[in-house]
């Protein structure tokens, strides 16, 4: 069966530091995977997918990347963190299409202080 | 623009009522529309997928039906209990042929 595991858990970074999320997907090959933001009681913020390795593309323009270096692992970036990056991200994979239904991992709740 | 959109009021219902969530979309027609359960904390979870030619989907003690004609979808939960509480979202293909989720329904069951 597919797992979809995400760290850290939880992060508390100082303004103007650097950020690297994780995200790493197993039982599948080729997967589509998706970084989103969610705010406190808010919808979830589409920020990256990708349908392969190396193929980024990026929903909202912002201080945060995306990479995907293997096949079944996403990284979130940001050369300095700001205020407004606090939030809950998660990962997701999908098999193709887009469309696809959606699979999330735990998330990462960052707080920026 | 393509949208696809939830009462973003939460739902207080007591347990054993049916709750019924409500997710309107605009300017396109998906194929299909997906439900999610959220849980505070955690990643949404996928429950159900009715296909455009589908009225109506069960599993379980939910109810999910498709109207291509008033551009809604329902989602109940019948016989309603606490654990049911959560934030529910429905998701659909939308704009660049992308899954698009709408801002969620939180529903509270009270004993």
Same mark, same amino acid.
Do not use: M
């Given at each position: 069966?597919?797992?979809?595991?995400?760290?850290?858990?939880?992060?508390?970074?100082?303004?103007?530091?650097?950020?690297?999320?994780?995200?790493?997907?197993?039982?599948?090959?080729?997967?589509?995977?998706?970084?989103?933001?969610?705010?406190?009681?808010?919808?979830?913020?589409?920020?990256?997918?990708?349908?392969?390795?190396?193929?980024?593309?990026?929903?909202?323009?912002?201080?945060?990347?995306?990479?995907?270096?293997?096949?079944?692992?996403?990284?979130?970036?940001?050369?300095?963190?700001?205020?407004?990056?606090?939030?809950?991200?998660?990962?997701?994979?999908?098999?193709?299409?887009?469309?696809?239904?959606?699979?999330?991992?735990?998330?990462?709740?960052?707080?920026?202080? | 623009?393509?949208?696809?959109?939830?009462?973003?009021?939460?739902?207080?219902?007591?347990?054993?009522?049916?709750?019924?969530?409500?997710?309107?979309? =605009?300017?396109?027609? *998906? !194929?299909?529309?997906?439900? @999610?359960?959220?849980?505070?904390?955690?990643?949404?979870?996928? #429950?159900?997928?009715?296909?455009?030619?589908?009225?109506?989907?069960?599993?379980?003690?939910?109810?999910?039906?498709?109207?291509?004609?008033?551009?809604?979808?329902?989602?109940?939960? =019948?016989?309603?209990? *606490? !654990?049911?509480?959560?934030? @529910?979202?429905?998701?659909?293909?939308?704009?660049?042929?992308? #899954?698009?989720?709408?801002?969620?329904?939180?529903?509270?069951?009270?004993?």
């Amino acid at each position: 069966s597919q797992t979809i595991h995400q760290w850290p858990a939880t992060l508390v970074q100082p303004v103007g530091s650097p950020l690297s999320l994780e995200c790493t997907v197993e039982g599948t090959s080729n997967p589509n995977l998706y970084w989103y933001r969610q705010a406190a009681g808010r919808g979830l913020q589409l920020l990256f997918y990708s349908v392969g390795i190396g193929q980024i593309s990026s929903e909202v323009p912002q201080n945060l990347s995306a990479s995907r270096p293997q096949d079944r692992q996403f990284i979130l970036s940001s050369k300095k963190l700001l205020l407004s990056d606090s939030g809950f991200y998660l990962c997701a994979w999908s098999g193709p299409p887009l469309s696809d239904t959606q699979y999330f991992g735990p998330g990462t709740r960052l707080t920026v202080l | 623009s393509q949208k696809i959109e939830q009462n973003s009021e939460a739902l207080n219902i007591q347990e054993g009522k049916t709750a019924t969530l409500t997710c309107n979309y =605009t300017n396109y027609s *998906p !194929a299909y529309l997906q439900w @999610y359960r959220q849980d505070p904390g955690r990643g949404p979870v996928f #429950l159900l997928l009715i296909r455009e030619n589908e009225k109506e989907k069960r599993k379980e003690r939910l109810k999910v039906t498709f109207d291509t004609t008033l551009k809604q979808s329902l989602f109940h939960i =019948t016989a309603s209990q *606490p !654990a049911d509480s959560a934030t @529910y979202l429905c998701a659909s293909q939308a704009a660049g042929n992308k #899954l698009t989720f709408g801002g969620g329904t939180r529903v509270l069951v009270k004993p």
